[in-house]
C-alpha cells in the first residue's frame, strides 16, 4: 500500500500532531513500514486460533479477600496526631451554619 503525503499528513491532523515538511517524508516511511507489516500479519493463519483478551495468560496477583481479625482501636489510634480516645480528631473542613 502506498500512503501519500497528503495521507500522512490527515493521519497527523486526525491525531492532532503538527508535523513539520520534513518531518512530513520521514513519517511517511514509518507509516508505510508498519502498514506494511500489519499486511504480512493478516497473511497468518488464524482458523485454529481461538479469541483471547491477552496474549499471555494472566493470574490475579493479589491476595485471596478473608476476612480477618481487624486492628485494635488503640493500636490504630496510637499514632494519630488528636484523639479523644475513641475517634480520630481531625480539622473541621466545612462550617456548619
Excluded: W
Excluded at 491532523?13 to 500479519?41: P, S
Excluded at 486460533?49 to 494472566?58: D, K, S
Amino acid at each position: 500500500m502506498d500512503l501519500s503525503r497528503d495521507d500522512v499528513r490527515k493521519v497527523a491532523e486526525l491525531a492532532r500532531l503538527k508535523i513539520t515538511d520534513e518531518e512530513l517524508e520521514t513519517l511517511a516511511c514509518d507509516l508505510r513500514a508498519i502498514v506494511g507489516y500489519v499486511q504480512v500479519l493478516n497473511e497468518v493463519d488464524t482458523t485454529d486460533v481461538a479469541p483471547m483478551v491477552h496474549a499471555v495468560e494472566l493470574n490475579n496477583v493479589l491476595r485471596a479477600d478473608l476476612p480477618v481479625e481487624s486492628l485494635p482501636r488503640s493500636a490504630a489510634l496510637s499514632n494519630a496526631p488528636r484523639t479523644d480516645g475513641e475517634y480520630f480528631l481531625v480539622p473541621a473542613i466545612i462550617d456548619s451554619e
